[in-house]
């Protein structure tokens, strides 16, 4: 077997108030960059689909082999290369089963089980194991690999994750923003901590707000949902043998004492064409971001409902780095391809 998620520092320590407002302006459509022609050589060679998607009905759950086909470009001024990735949800084995999962907080995950927000309410949620079999081959230039003459370099990696917070995803964050704009109402600001000290008065204010806003308590547990997916996203990125190395590129992964604060900016949340992703009924949103950590940096989230197979990246089907700090003039973008789903 192959070894579980290695041990690393913590991990999106703090994901801070999700109004927050950002100077950015609305990032412009992606360019939806599709597989190049090494890229599509190794694919067919190898069987792996490069479109289309078979999705679960609402409210099926996860099946051993539902997989997913990923593609990571980065550019460089005027060269770009490109990764072709394969996440595969795997079968637990039997220690695997009675194992306490990877949150992806890191060592943080010792002192904090649990989303406080200050309006006085304690989210947490059932630790349940799933194991993600990921593997990522190239890089891959225009033509075919950066060096053509041999095979492509291909990592393989058994991660553990928790299944819940995959299966909860983002995309119900953005229903609620909908709902609330639709209801002229603005998002009430709150504070989402690991470990708090929330006075009386901010307590006070932001149950106000909350209140004003028609902000419930379930609101604010799948806003703790949305975090918690967040967070093992982000660890799935940056701790995963060969993702890591193509994050790498772009950022440093977070430290103990680097921490990492991802600022969402729900102030512009707006739906995309699912056709453009492949999955023409699907809600599809996007949603800009600011990375504060070692690295500094940018870009957009697209996420949707996280039907299996979509749950192997917590429905994250999307993600540009538009800038950043490390090193300035690079950019990544990832972008799911297929999906296909086990069998029963």
Known sequence: MKPLMRPALVL?????????VLASEPPAKPNLIGPNPGVRSYATAHAIP???FDLAPEGETARPNDRLTVLFTVQAGAMSR???GEFRAAALTEREAKSKPDTGLGLLSIFVSSLNTDTGHSFSFDQLPAVLEIRTCGPFDGGNSVNPTAEPAAISARVSATRDYLAHGLAPMGEIELRLRAAG???PGLSFMYRPKYSPEQMAASTARALEAGFTEEDERVYAEGIFALVQFASLAF???????I???IAD?????SGAFVNLDWSK???EEGDDWGMPTARVFRLPYILLSKTKAGGTFFITAPRPPLQNTAGIIGLTVDWTSKPPGNRLIMRVLAGRRGEP
């Open 50 to 52: 490069l479109a289309g």
């Open 269 to 271: 949340l707006q739906l």
């Open 82 to 84: 490109q990764w072709l």
């Open 253 to 257: 992964s977070p430290t103990l004492f």
């Open 12 to 20: 999106f320590a703090l994901v801070r108030s999700l109004a927050v």
């Open 185 to 187: 109402k603005k998002n």
């Open 239 to 245: 701790r995963t043998a060969g993702v890591d190395t």
């Open 247 to 249: 994050m790498s590129e």
